[in-house]
């Protein structure tokens, strides 16, 4: 019996136990492979020799370089992939949209992979739907893809915009989807944008947008870890990496691609676009003198442009102008449609009455000066441009960017030479494409170039009532390639050089064999010079072109540092190189407290040291926009002692002037480009002393996710707007010069409640969208909400309570601000006297005159303007006279100290007694004890807010606890 049971162990449980194993390693095996999910589309392609690319391929195979996973593809439509995931049948989908019910069927990545707008396509055949009219869709049918987000954002969409139309949900390919809409099963599609073939599909309109991330399989929940882990390496290492990949694959808007019912209606009345063009400059734009016909990149550019478009032929006319101004003027008087070229900006544009589409093409600008005066040519204060008579451009730049050089006109570019050459200007400015035109001209003169270290764009300007043509031209102007506007620049930049040396050679062939026979001698000279010279550096030196130093430092210029820097690292890409930039602390205050050769001075000293550093530690150096350096050179172990050295050739220039540097590094990490590396060097030197308080940072991985924690916020700007995740809190102020505090207005104050990242503190995002210029964005929302907010308590209690908010610096220099601003008050009913307009003192700082001459309209018009935070800046007293204000609110610094520091009493009755004598009233804001309040009522102050009273609230809660008390 003992035997039988021995047998059968053998038979049975042995196999069993091989079995077990060999599953086990079979899933070890396969621990790597990840059964992802393929949908066509822009996130997923395959070409005709089975070769993938897209979105999601390039995403996943940068996580696969952290993770070590191994790809299994499988295809599908986007629901059934979606379905299949929720099954366990994949284990990985890219494009999901988070919803909270998804969340428990599916493991979503920490980090979203992308950010999509939705949008809704028709068929070309139907003629029936409108882009420009909702009311089309009314009765339609669409087909949206099943379980998708986009089937909630179109029915609040369609609601909003009160659209009836049904919605189908379907489980197609992109390629049965739009068949069936050519078949008639539904008469539309939704979509993201960009995705379609455009001849089975033309865009309508946008009705939603959402984040999109990697989803994982709950049976699968091992890979989170690892793809978290993956994607925070990808955005570490760039912080841009999802805008790089969407620019990438969805650089072609669909709306770009088509021209709607009124932009086609407009092309077919004119029949085609008239161009006037500037003769005589090449590279970019003249007239064939043996065809009469354009000439340069602006013919090749049009001829793109006829055919860019999916649903027109546009037909342009090119016609030659002498100069810039008779162009225009031609214009005006409506003779040609849009001129080129122009570089006004849009405010320019809007002073004389032109639209200014995107950029066509960009040029640096070069500076044409006597070859004997190229090394003093930067320091001088004094310096009188040769300008051509009835070239604008070159008025407009010098207004921009040289306002204090003094222009000369003399007439054509001959005579403009002519004239720096006998000394009637000291230099003569030009595009860099154009400088093959003039160089024989330059050396007949004795002439050299320097880089002015700024580049202009040139436009189409058109007639400030063509709103529908400057929509088409911008149409045309995404979808012409830049590649193929620069190529363009370079051929007849290098065509223009061609014909003036065989003009050149026909004219001068004795002189060319004397100087060669001069030239062979001289080379033989210089031959055994090199033999027998130790020289070498300072050889090499000498070779350096002119246009890569920056004469101000002697250091190189920014795109020649790049370039530098660029070598170095493909010579030895693993040897330790570290990143520095280095920037002066409000140098422009330098400028203007000691003077602009003081100033030059500091520059002079600082570089003078980098120099030395650079002659005992191996590496290059650069300076750009006045007060900033750029280092990259040989890993150092002591960057306080740099910092140091640094600083103390600074504080040698003068004890009665204080002067700071900053300084961030990037230290050598592998793989990373001198490019990304010295970015990343700029970022750890703008956040010292901004938001990290050190003069000294060294950027890490806690500053990186600290960028990319910015980064997040101001993608989301718009999306939180649009979500209403933005919410408005209003804190009360009272009047106190009574015997009873009275409740005269109150402060609008944002609050974000992000979807994701839950409450975040205004500290941490109206910095930073005041720094990348979108706080208007926010700006405009609260005045928005605050206007809505008046309007309801007028209604419901019958008197209007003012409410401050925030205009910024951007809106002060938009043209539009204060008509959008009157409209908005006009829409609810309401008198200026409803809002108080708050502005900071460093709007004043920025731009005076504009600020004033704004300010002076809205006060007209019957606003009330604060002065928010005054005191916190250097110029508060001296600038008080000048400013067109109405009431000023005290930095909270002063309050904050009152009752213990007898100094901050003193400044406070200071700020008291001079507001007093310009006649106005004075708010104190931070008051949070009675202490406080009492030694303001004594000191006479007007009005306060603080947490003594109340603190910000939202608008209900302030109803309540506020409103009805009053």
């Known amino acids: 019996m003992k035997k039988v049971f021995k047998t059968l162990y053998i038979i049975i449980f042995i196999p069993l136990l091989c079995l077990f194993f060999l599953n086990n390693n079979i899933v070890k095996a396969n621990d790597n492979v990840v059964r992802v999910g393929w949908f066509e589309s822009t996130y997923n392609q395959t070409d005709s020799l089975g070769r993938k690319s897209g979105y999601s391929y390039e995403y996943q195979q940068k996580l696969a370089i952290y993770t070590g996973w191994k790809y299994e593809y499988v295809t599908d439509s986007w629901p059934k992939l979606l379905q299949k995931l929720k099954d366990g049948d994949i284990d990985l989908l890219s494009d999901v949209s988070y919803t909270d019910e998804r969340a428990s069927e599916m493991k979503f990545s920490s980090e979203a992979m992308g950010y999509e707008d939705y949008y809704i396509y028709k068929s070309p055949k139907n003629k029936e739907i409108k882009m420009d009219d909702f009311t089309t869709f009314n009765g339609k049918k669409i087909g949206i893809n099943k379980d998708s987000v986009m089937v909630k954002l179109f029915n609040d969409w369609a609601s909003k915009n009160g659209i009836t139309a049904q919605v189908i949900e379907i489980n197609d390919t992109v390629d049965q989807a739009l068949e069936k809409m050519e078949n008639g099963i539904f008469d539309m599609y939704a979509n993201i944008d960009g995705s379609l073939e455009f001849d089975k599909a033309v865009p309508l309109c946008k009705f939603g947008s959402s984040d999109f991330y990697f989803a994982v399989s709950n049976e699968r929940a091992d890979l989170l870890n690892k793809l978290n882990y993956a994607m925070n390496r990808v955005l570490t290492d760039n912080p841009y990496y999802n805008q790089e990949l969407h620019t990438k694959y969805f650089k072609n808007l669909a709306f770009d691609l088509y021209l709607d019912e009124q932009e086609l209606s407009w092309i077919k009345t004119h029949k085609k676009i008239k161009v006037g063009y500037q003769d005589n400059y090449l590279a970019f734009c003249a007239k064939d003198p043996k065809t009469g016909e354009l000439t340069g990149a602006l013919a090749d550019f049009l001829n793109i442009a006829s055919n860019c478009l999916k649903n027109a032929y546009i037909e342009f006319e090119a016609i030659a102008y002498p100069t810039i101004a008779s162009a225009k003027e031609a214009l005006k008087n409506k003779e040609i449609d849009c001129m080129f070229p122009s570089n006004l900006s849009i405010y320019d544009g809007e002073e004389e009455n032109l639209f200014i589409t995107k950029s066509l093409m960009k040029t640096e600008i070069m500076a044409v000066v006597l070859e004997s005066n190229q090394k003093n040519f930067i320091k001088r204060e004094k310096v009188n441009v040769a300008v051509n008579i009835g070239n604008d451009n070159y008025e407009k730049f010098l207004e921009d960017n040289f306002p204090s050089w003094r222009m000369v006109k003399l007439g054509d570019t001959n005579e403009c030479l002519k004239g720096v050459s006998d000394g009637r200007a000291d230099c003569y400015l030009i595009s860099n494409y154009r400088f093959n035109n003039i160089s024989s001209l330059c050396k007949k003169y004795r002439l050299s170039t320097l880089s002015t270290g700024v580049e202009i764009d040139y436009y189409f300007a058109i007639n400030g009532d063509e709103a529908i043509l400057y929509s088409i031209l911008n149409k045309v102007i995404s979808n012409v390639p830049e590649s193929s506007v620069n190529s363009s620049l370079s051929y007849y930049y290098t065509e223009d050089a061609k014909v003036g040396f065989e003009e050149f050679l026909s004219q001068n062939m004795g002189i060319i064999i004397l100087v060669l026979a001069i030239i062979i001698v001289i080379i033989s000279f210089l031959v055994l010079r090199i033999i027998f010279s130790d020289r070498k550096s300072k050889t090499s030196l000498s070779l350096i072109n002119a246009t890569e130093i920056d004469l101000q430092t002697s250091l190189y210029n920014k795109v020649y540092f790049l370039e530098y820097a660029n070598r170095l690292y493909n010579e030895n890409p693993l040897k330790p190189m570290d990143a520095i930039e280095i920037n002066i602390e409000k140098f422009h205050f330098v400028n203007d407290l000691n003077g602009r050769e003081f100033g030059d001075q500091v520059l002079r000293e600082l570089s003078d040291e980098i120099r030395i550093f650079l002659k005992e ?350």
């Open 617 to 966: 530690n191996e590496g290059i150096a650069g300076h750009s926009e006045g007060d900033r350096f750029s280092i990259y050179c040989k890993h150092l172990d002591d960057y306080k002692a740099l910092f140091d050295r640094f600083q103390e050739r600074i504080n040698t220039l003068s004890s009665n002037a204080t002067i700071r540097i900053r300084m961030g590094i990037m230290p050598f990490k592998a793989g990373v480009e001198p490019s990304k590396q010295i970015a990343q060097a700029s970022i750890a030197c703008g956040l010292a002393m901004t938001e990290i308080k050190e003069h000294l940072v060294v950027f890490n991985d806690e500053l990186s996710l600290k960028e990319q924690y910015s980064q997040r916020l101001l993608n989301d700007l718009r999306h939180s707007i649009d979500n209403k995740e933005f919410v408005v809190y209003f804190q009360p102020k009272y009047d106190i010069k009574g015997d009873m505090p009275k409740l005269v207005g109150a402060e609008a104050l944002v609050r974000w409640k992000h979807n994701d990242l839950g409450f975040i503190y205004p500290n941490d995002f109206i910095p930073l969208f005041e720094k990348n210029g979108q706080i208007a964005l926010l700006d405009k929302f609260v005045r928005t909400e605050s206007v809505k907010q008046i309007a309801l308590w007028k209604e419901k209690y019958g008197f209007v309570l003012p409410i401050s908010v925030n205009i910024s610096r951007i809106e002060i220099l938009d043209k539009t601000f204060e008509n959008s601003l009157n409209s908005l008050l006009d829409e609810y009913g309401l008198d200026r006297t409803a809002l108080n307009l708050e502005v900071t003192e460093s709007a004043y700082i920025d731009d005076a005159t504009q600020f004033i001459k704004v300010i002076n309209n809205l006060r007209n018009s019957g606003f009330k303007i604060e002065m928010d935070d005054f005191g916190s800046g250097y110029s508060s007293l001296n600038m008080l006279s000048m400013m067109p204000i109405d009431i000023l609110k005290m930095d909270r610094a002063f309050i904050n100290d009152l009752e213990t520091n007898i100094k901050n009493v003193r400044f406070v009755e200071l700020i008291i007694g001079i507001a007093r004598d310009f006649k106005i009233p004075v708010i104190a804001e931070g008051v949070e004890t009675k202490g406080q309040l009492d030694i303001l009522k004594k000191l006479g102050c007007d009005m306060i807010q603080g947490f003594y009273f109340s603190k910000p609230l939202p608008f209900d809660e302030f109803e309540e606890t506020i409103l009805n008390k009053k």
